[in-house]
Every structure is written in structure tokens, then in C-alpha cells.
């Protein structure tokens, strides 16, 4: 990889990004609604003795998902984009490389993670009182990985779609296993063998692991550095894929 390059592409990502403003309506308004609604959904639940209030638990995993399902989404759209419009294709004819442009994907979508997991986790604590052990910064790191992770996916899973609507059928493909299997709704241990075979092999399993080590635990753990070091790992594994499956224009 060049830096120079590296930081020129990131930077046209990101300019791109903050002329979309819709786009920016869905990173930054959309989880705050949604945060919202949680909140009056759980508000007057009662608390079980010794357990987390039901919007801690389900909030603090939420605020790790919100930039995956959402930079999911807006990265295999916009790479597609690129394909199907040509300027994939004539961005490769310059010294610009593979590794260089999805690793510039993935450096300027995990800067709007981090603003994104920042104004939602804000809100989740200052407006909404979430109430956890841990730091709200390692919330936001986690988040932030989850993002690059995502964007990892979807370059990869932008390969196999030729249009904008195949890119959207990978959402229940690769985003809604995970969520059901992640241990928000039922705990792992206490899932039928095979799921927890899957769930085993699933990234954002970890990632929701190592959420509920922040909200359990004061101090940053090594359960918690180990988990979040398998979702790293897990990320790398999808940019080799994603660069090996990179195709110039959409056939």
C-alpha cells in the first residue's frame, strides 16, 4: 500500500460521505431514534434482583450493532455504485490498488463509526441514564471495530451483487444470523449444540462478549482484548477476500 494514496482515497470517501446527507441522516438520527424507542419500551420494566435494568443489557449490545447493520448497508451500496458507474473502474487504471481503496473504505467508514457510536452512545448515557461498569469509550472502540468489520463484509459481499436491491438480500444473509445468535436474546451456553457451533464461528459473537465485559466489569479485561482480537482477525480474514473477489465492473 502507498500512504499517500491511502489518504487521498480516504479522504474522497469521506468527502463523499459528508455530501450525503442522507446518508449522514441514517449514521447519526437513525440510532438515536432507535435508541428512544428501546428506552420507552423498557423504561418501566422491572429490574431482576442482581441483574443489569433490561435497557442496560439491551442497549450496551445495541450501540455495537447499530454501526455493523448500518455501515453493512452503506458500504456495499457504495462500492457497488462505484462498479456499476464505471469509476471503480477507471480508479484502478490509476497506481491506486485493491488493498488501498478497501482499506480506505474501511479507515473513512470507521471514522463515521466512531462519530456515529459517539453521538449514540452520548445519548444512551446522558440522555437515557445507561448505566454500566465500564468505560463508555471502550463501547465506543468496540463499535468502531464492528463498523470496519462491516464495511469489510460488505466490499466483499458487494462482489456478488449486480444490483442495489441483490446488495440488500446479503442483509438477512450475514447480519440477521448474527443477531439472533449473538446472546442478546438467549445466552450462548444455553443454546442447542449446533447454534452454538454457529454462534461460535460468528464475529459479532465476540464482539457482544466483549460489550457485556464493559458492562460488567470496570477494568478492560483480557476476555474482553481477546474477543475484540478475534473480531480484528475476522476483519483482516474479510479485506483478503474482499480484495481477492474485487472486480472491476459489475457483469
Not at 38 to 63: E, H
Not at 97 to 107: A, R
Not at 136 to 161: D, Y
Not at 238 to 246: F, M, P, R
Request: include cysteine.
Amino acid at each position: 500500500m502507498n500512504p499517500r494514496i491511502l489518504v487521498a482515497t480516504t479522504g474522497r470517501i469521506l468527502r463523499q460521505l459528508r455530501h450525503d446527507r442522507r446518508t449522514v441522516a441514517l449514521l447519526v438520527v437513525v440510532p438515536t431514534v432507535l435508541l428512544a424507542v428501546v428506552y420507552y419500551m423498557y423504561v418501566d420494566q422491572p429490574t431482576p434482583p442482581g441483574q443489569p435494568a433490561p435497557f442496560d443489557r439491551i442497549a450496551l449490545v445495541l450501540l455495537g450493532f447499530f454501526p455493523f447493520i448500518i455501515m453493512f448497508l452503506v458500504t456495499s451500496i457504495a462500492m457497488l455504485r462505484e462498479r456499476t458507474s464505471g469509476t471503480l473502474e477507471r480508479l484502478l487504471t490509476t497506481p491506486l490498488g485493491k488493498l488501498d481503496l478497501l482499506f480506505g473504505y474501511g479507515i473513512a467508514f470507521g471514522l463515521a463509526a466512531i462519530v456515529q457510536a459517539a453521538v449514540a452512545t452520548a445519548v444512551a448515557y446522558w440522555l437515557f441514564d445507561l448505566d454500566t461498569a465500564g468505560s463508555s469509550g471502550l463501547v465506543i472502540l468496540i463499535a468502531a471495530v464492528n463498523a470496519v468489520l462491516a464495511v469489510a463484509l460488505g466490499l466483499f459481499c458487494s462482489a456478488f451483487a449486480r444490483t442495489e436491491f441483490q446488495a440488500v438480500q446479503f442483509m438477512p444473509v450475514v447480519v440477521a444470523p448474527q443477531l439472533l445468535l449473538c446472546g442478546l436474546f438467549v445466552p450462548r451456553d444455553e443454546m442447542a449444540g449446533w447454534l452454538q457451533v454457529v454462534s461460535d464461528v460468528l464475529p459479532l459473537s465476540y464482539s457482544v462478549e466483549a460489550l457485556q465485559e464493559v458492562g460488567s466489569t470496570a477494568e478492560p479485561t483480557a476476555t474482553m482484548w481477546r474477543n475484540l482480537a478475534i473480531v480484528g482477525g475476522a476483519t483482516v480474514l474479510a479485506l483478503v477476500l474482499a480484495a481477492a473477489t474485487l472486480r472491476r465492473r459489475s457483469g
